[in-house]
């Protein structure tokens, strides 16, 4: 999609900076995907204790997980 934008000289310079040797299409494309995957993160952590009748099965899917690994190297 092409956009036209108005940006800060100064914020595109420090956003180029983290991101040298890019073109700034990329750089911003990456600054807008860092800061959807943070929004996505945050949102995740919030729920966080909001299924309290979850039951917590990791534990056991790692005991499973090692035994299947065990059965195909034995």
């Known amino acids: 999609m092409r956009t036209t934008l108005d940006l800060d000289d100064d914020l595109m310079e420090r956003l180029l900076a ?3 040797d890019t073109s700034k299409t990329k750089a911003v ?4 995907e860092g800061y959807l995957t943070r929004q996505a993160y945050d ?10 009748d979850m039951v ?3 534990q056991e899917n790692k ?4 035994e299947r690994f065990q059965r195909l190297w034995s």
């Open 18 to 20: 983290q991101f040298p």
């Open 29 to 32: 494309e990456s600054a807008i």
């Open 43 to 52: 949102r995740i952590t919030e729920l966080g204790g909001a299924f309290p």
């Open 56 to 58: 917590d099965v990791s």
């Open 63 to 66: 005991r499973l997980e090692e």
